[in-house]
C-alpha cells in the first residue's frame, strides 16, 4: 500500500491539532506528551460573574483539550504504525483496511466491516 498520501495527511492534521491544542492549553511540564488546560488567573476578577464565566470557560478547556488529545493520540498512533509498516491493516481480523476508508480517516484502525 502507499502510504505517503496518508502520512502527510496525518502529519497536517497532527500539525493543526498542535496548533488548536496550543490555544485552549499548555505542555504539561510534569508529564510529557501530555496537556492540560491553561490555568485561568484567580483572585483578579472583580466579581462573582466574571469568575463563573472563567471556570465555565476552563471546564470547556478540559473538555476540548480531552477531545483534541484523543484525537491526536489516534493520530501519533497511525504514524508509529506508518514507520513499523503495520499501516493499514485492520486490528480486528488483520486484513487491508480499504483505501477509500482511510481516505476518509487516515486514522482508521479498523476496516469497514469492524468498525
Ligand atoms: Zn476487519
Redesign the pocket.
Known sequence: MKTEQFKKRLEEEKAKLEAEMASVGRKNPRVPGDWEPIPSETGTEADLADQADVVMSRESNIAILGDLEARYDTILEALKRIEKKTYGI?R????K?EEARLGADPAAT??I??R
Not at 480486528?92 to 486484513?95: D, F, K, N, Q
Request: aromatic share 0%; proline share 0%.
Open positions: 485492520c480486528v481480523c488483520g486484513e483496511i479498523t476496516c466491516k469492524h
